[in-house]
Nanobody, 121 residues
């Protein structure tokens, strides 16, 4: 059973930064591509960022490029999403996901329960 657990969400003001973390088992972390998605109220789920198991390939959604950074912490088996220059439109439930496929743009098979990020104007 592949399990991922998100943490780090909260309420911030526009322009602030926030760091999300996703914890996974060691086996999942070292062999799975990991990604972050978000879903705002009344909208479809949106790809935010993904990183290959090696950390060598990353992809970002157009709306977060230059502001968000995804990274792997091999010592802690976590994937982080550093979010800078947050905007009210970044408000959403953020999900961590995992896939055994190589590309971070692949279909993801395993999902966490999400962590809420709210950005006030």
């Amino acid at each position: 059973q592949v399990q991922v657990v998100e943490s780090g969400g909260g309420l911030v003001q526009a322009g602030d930064s926030l760091r999300l973390s996703c914890a996974a088992s060691a086996r999942t972390f070292t062999t799975y591509t990991m990604g972050w998605f978000r879903q705002a109220a009344g909208k479809e789920r949106e790809f935010v960022a993904g990183i290959s198991w090696s950390g060598g390939i990353t992809y970002y959604g157009e709306s977060v490029k230059g502001r968000f950074t995804i990274s792997r912490g091999y010592a802690t088996n976590t994937v982080s999403l550093q979010m800078n220059s947050l905007r009210p439109e970044d408000t959403a439930l953020y999900y961590c996901a995992a896939t055994p496929r190589l590309s971070p743009r692949s279909e993801y098979d395993y999902w966490g329960r999400g962590t809420q990020v709210t950005v006030s104007s």
